[in-house]
């Protein structure tokens, strides 16, 4: 407890606020996002200013989504979490049907209208957040049982991943269901009924990938890059020469040479690529840093959560940023299979910048209406976790 008092005893009005450190982070990433997608668009037939004006109107919009979630009563909204659930399960069933749901390189993930399109399973991680949050806190009293406390809960999360699965899309399946088990575990259920789940959820992946011929090629292909460059390896080989021309100053912005169409999704997927070439390694790491800033700042805020309901919301939240950034600087350095899944508030995609506007706004949000002094009892199991 000393280690507590000492942190509440600089909640004076000389602390700095968490959420506050959170948004500075992330409109400075968005920036350095804007400045870097302006020059990995270079070689694109479109024209350089093609993405940059469509980014430009996404953080618009962005803004606008973040100050209005920042001012949603959340106790009033949670009144109508199982309609969001079940309004985003049926987008999801909707993305499915081949004459609703948009495909694009063999997976069927967006719905649109013209020129406009969603990823619904982007807006489906934090609905499944928002319903599983919400479920926790109103059996936590029972959350030792088999059925309300572990087998309804990761039904929840199963059935948001079964969907995004049939997309298909692995990686964002995998990410929900990591965050679902990781809130099951801050909520108190039992590791007897956790491991397994996570055995079980492994083994199913692996299972699936040994029965899709593309993806188990990627997987195979990952482990010899060098021998795979001109197929599976394409995207990643050239990620490493980015890497490897930036060195650790980069040869500036504009000068880059991946994104000239040596580099597919260079303003995606592997937007931290182009900035390892121009901007080098210390503007590499220095991202890093922020994600790393972003992450302790969450944990700070979390520390004040008044209820269970509210402290599962906002740990989702900052679970779906910084799982994300570590499965998107894994994948680019090399670390883990090519996975398309965008960088947070830097890679260019309307669906998750606006995803991650409404987290930040939850941030604010909590901020805004949390207590502002001593520690609370739904805090003690992020207490000891971090013990």
């Known amino acids: 407890m000393a280690r507590a008092k000492s942190v509440d005893s600089t909640r004076g009005g000389s602390v700095l606020n ?4 959170i948004v500075v982070c992330a409109v400075g990433l968005t920036i350095l996002g804007l400045t870097i997608l302006f020059s990995a668009s270079a070689g694109f037939e479109q024209g350089p200013y093609f993405y940059l004006k469509k980014q430009l109107i996404g953080v618009a919009l962005a803004f606008t989504v973040c100050w209005i979630v920042s001012r949603v009563n959340l106790d ?27 495909d694009v390189k063999g997976s069927r993930r967006w719905l649109g209208i013209g020129p406009v399109r969603m990823q619904v399973s982007e807006f489906a991680k934090l609905s499944m957040v928002f319903c599983l949050a919400h479920y926790l806190a109103v ?59 996570i055995g079980v959820v492994v083994l199913g992946l692996v299972v699936m990938v040994i029965h899709n011929p593309n993806r188990l090629r990627r997987i195979t292909a990952f482990l010899d890059v060098e021998a795979n460059k001109q197929g599976g390896t394409y995207q990643l080989y ?14 500036g912005l504009g000068q880059g040479r991946q994104q000239l169409n040596y580099l597919p999704e260079a303003h995606t997927d592997f937007i931290l690529a182009v900035v390892a070439e121009e901007l080098g390694l ?16 969450g944990i700070v805020h979390l520390r004040r959560a ?28 090399g670390i883990f299979p090519t996975k398309g899944m965008s960088l947070p508030f830097l890679s260019a995609g309307l669906s998750n910048l606006l995803l991650m506007a409404m987290l930040i706004g939850i941030f604010i949000n909590t901020q805004r209406s949390w207590p502002k002094a001593g520690l609370t009892k739904s805090s003690r199991r992020m207490q000891e976790v971090m013990a």
């Not at 309004?87 to 004459?99: D, E, G, N, R, S």
């Not at 050239?238 to 040869?251: E, L, P, Y």
């Open 18 to 21: 968490p959420a506050a450190i």
């Open 282 to 297: 210390w503007f590499t790491m220095g991202i890093v840093v922020v994600f790393t800033i972003i992450f302790i700042a």
């Open 76 to 102: 009033v909204a949670r009144r109508y979490v199982w309609v969001v659930a079940g309004v985003t399960l049926v987008l999801l069933i909707l993305v499915l049907i081949p004459q609703i749901g948009i």
């Open 306 to 333: 008044p209820n269970l309901f509210q402290f599962l919301l906002v740990a989702g939240c900052l679970l779906l940023i910084c799982l994300q950034a570590i499965i998107n600087l894994g994948v680019v350095t």
């Open 139 to 197: 059996t936590q009293s029972r959350l030792g049982d088999l059925k309300r406390g572990y087998l309804i809960p990761i039904g929840i999360v199963l059935v948001f991943a079964g969907l995004i699965i049939l997309q298909p899309d692995f990686g964002t399946a995998a990410l929900v269901v990591a965050v679902g088990v990781l809130m099951l575990f801050l909520a108190g259920a039992k590791w007897r009924y956790l491991l397994p789940t």
């Open 238 to 251: 050239q990620a490493m020469a980015a890497f490897a021309a930036g060195g650790t100053d980069g040869v």
